[in-house]
């Protein structure tokens, strides 16, 4: 995930010719309706609000009940 997400590989966002938009980095393409992109992009903005709270240490790590939960 680091080679895909990583600084030295930009991210594009390209308007496709059927009207959809197509998110690339790396070897990775999804493509999009206008929506699902609006979906996508407000859970990862939600997501990536939860992360960047401090709380989510080690009191976030203990309260995981699920093992298929497990960071690796």
Do not use: Y
């Not at 992109?37 to 240490?57: D, H, Q, Y």
């Amino acid at each position: 995930m680091e080679k895909l997400l990583g600084s030295d590989q930009p991210m594009k966002l390209v308007l496709c010719d059927c009207g959809g938009l197509r998110l690339s980095s790396g070897p990775m393409t999804i493509h999009f309706s206008r929506e699902e992109f609006e979906v996508f992009a407000a859970a990862v903005g939600r997501l990536a609000s939860i992360v960047a709270k401090p709380t989510l240490g080690e009191g976030a790590r203990a309260a995981r009940s699920n093992i298929s939960e497990v960071c690796h």
